[in-house]
């Protein structure tokens, strides 16, 4: 069984960054696809952007994340991570790490408990 457990949301103004993480404790994050997924709010839980079992990463094109957040992990620390710069208010929402196999874009196994992230 994977926890998940995300932290670092809060509220911040429009144009400043914030960087989100996800701890896996105990497990190879080379065995898994991990992603980060928004919730905002009226609104289904979309992808945000995804980090293969080979490290290779992709951003959906949901409100110009690409260019705008890096999504990364750390093998050592057991923790995903997502930096978000220049953030804008149609980031709001609910960011929830997943895990799981294939690809986590368009679905997976594991999820967090999620974080809420709120720009104004």
């Known amino acids: 069984h994977v926890q998940l457990v995300e932290s670092g949301g809060g509220s911040v103004q429009d144009g400043e960054s914030l960087r989100l993480s996800c701890a896996a404790p105990?497990?190879?994050?080379?065995?898994?696809?991990w992603a980060w997924w928004r919730q905002s709010p009226g609104m289904k839980r979309v992808g945000v952007a995804t980090?293969?079992?080979?490290?290779?990463?992709?951003?959906t094109d949901i409100d110009s994340v690409n260019g705008r957040f890096t999504i990364s992990r750390d093998a050592v620390e057991n923790t995903l991570y997502l930096q978000m710069a220049d953030v804008k208010p149609e980031d709001t929402g609910a960011y929830y790490c997943?895990?799981?196999?294939?690809?986590?874009?368009?679905?997976?196994?594991?999820w967090g408990q999620g974080t809420q992230v709120t720009v104004s």
């Open positions: 105990g497990y190879t994050f080379s065995a898994y696809c």
């Open positions: 980090i293969d079992k080979d490290g290779i990463t992709t951003y």
């Open positions: 997943a895990a799981g196999w294939g690809n986590c874009l368009i679905d997976a196994g594991y």
